[in-house]
């Protein structure tokens, strides 16, 4: 009983570390990813491409707030797509 106990925490412990490094992967990403953003709004872009990234570095900093860290990933993925819809 004591080993399925023991193997069940070392389980959870290894399950948790992971978790936390993709959360350490996603918020470095997003802080990244902001700064993009602020950096490609000061080029000459389409004012439709204008458009997104400022809809996106708005909708990145809120999640930052809120360290929502998937979601602002999922915002910066929108940001470099519309980036690339210019080329």
Do not use: F
Not at 41 to 47: G, M, S, Y
């Amino acid at each position: 009983m004591r080993h399925k106990l023991l193997a069940a925490c070392l389980a959870a412990g290894l399950i948790s570390g992971v978790a936390t490094a993709a959360l350490a992967d996603e918020m470095k990403d997003c802080l990244a990813g902001q700064k993009l953003i602020k950096a490609e709004l000061k080029k000459k872009r389409p004012p439709a491409v204008q458009d997104k990234l400022r809809q996106a570095l708005s909708s990145v900093e809120v999640e930052i707030k809120e360290n929502d860290w998937d979601e602002c990933v999922g915002y910066v993925a929108q940001a470099k797509q519309a980036m690339q819809s210019q080329k």
